[in-house]
T-cell receptor, first 113, second 114 residues
Framework: DAGVIQSPRHEVTEMGQEVTLRCKPISGHNSLFWYRQTMMRGLELLIYFNNNVPIDDSGMPEDRFSAKMPNASFSTLKIQPSEPRDSAVYFC???????????FGEGSWLTVV | AQSVTQPDIHITVSEGASLELRCNYSYGATPYLFWYVQSPGQGLQLLLKYFSGDTLVQGIKGFEAEFKRSQSSFNLRKPSVHWSDAAEYFCAVGAGTGFQKLVFGTGTRLLVSP
């Protein structure tokens, strides 16, 4: 089975540009998570969805960040405008209704210069 | 609020030696506990999890962990480390509705010497 698929794997962009990260969860999973990993703050949950509905977005750092899940098989995390401090690895993860196991994608490595 | 502490930032172990990575958690109720491993440039892979029942849980790759409520700990162990085990290891506690909101520790980087 395909795991959680993220794109792009790597992106380098200039400050002020819009960045869109994409995620395809595992088929049949109804919960989706966006995490950010930095050296300074470790792994932080940004937002998670259940059945395409945002449940907890308390980790979204500021209004420049937005996330959507238009259907069960696709989600985006958008940063507009991007700043150098947004440089991080962004992980998407998904789980089924039992919530017993959360599967992570391989991450999107973002560098904002 | 829930939190996880991994007191060791780095650990170096000789190949073939035993390993124990420490994890302490703070959570008001019975915790859901997890250990994940991250190889360089990769995502996180679940090693094992504890929800209830037997406090000694077995995972993949020969890892095990023991839940000790009295010590608020969930230490990860392996009897004999292989060079391929070199990676970063994260302990996490599940919180929120359905315990799906994972709160991670800061990680322990394992180095394996020949």
């Amino acid at each position: 089975d395909a795991g959680v698929i993220q794109s792009p794997r790597h992106e380098v962009t200039e400050m002020g540009q819009e960045v869109t990260l994409r995620c395809k969860p595992i088929s049949g999973h109804n919960s989706l998570f966006w995490y950010r990993q930095t050296m300074m703050r470790g792994l932080e949950l940004l937002i998670y969805f259940n059945n395409n509905v945002p449940i907890d977005d308390s980790g979204m750092p500021e209004d420049r960040f937005s996330a959507k899940m238009p259907n069960a098989s696709f989600s985006t995390l958008k940063i507009q405008p991007s700043e150098p401090r947004d440089s991080a690895v962004y992980f998407c993860a998904s789980s089924d209704s039992s919530g017993n196991t959360i599967y992570f994608g391989e991450g999107s490595w973002l560098t904002v210069v | 609020a829930q939190s996880v502490t991994q007191p060791d930032i780095h650990i170096t172990v000789s190949e073939g030696a035993s390993l124990e990575l420490r994890c302490n958690y703070s959570y008001g109720a019975t915790p859901y506990l997890f250990w994940y491993v991250q190889s360089p440039g990769q995502g996180l892979q679940l090693l094992l999890k504890y929800f209830s029942g037997d406090t000694l849980v077995q995972g993949i790759k020969g890892f095990e962990a023991e839940f000790k409520r009295s010590q608020s700990s969930f230490n990860l162990r392996k009897p004999s480390v292989h060079w391929s085990d070199a990676a970063e290891y994260f302990c996490a506690v599940g919180a929120g509705t359905g315990f799906q909101k994972l709160v991670f520790g800061t990680g322990t980087r394992l180095l394996v010497s020949p």
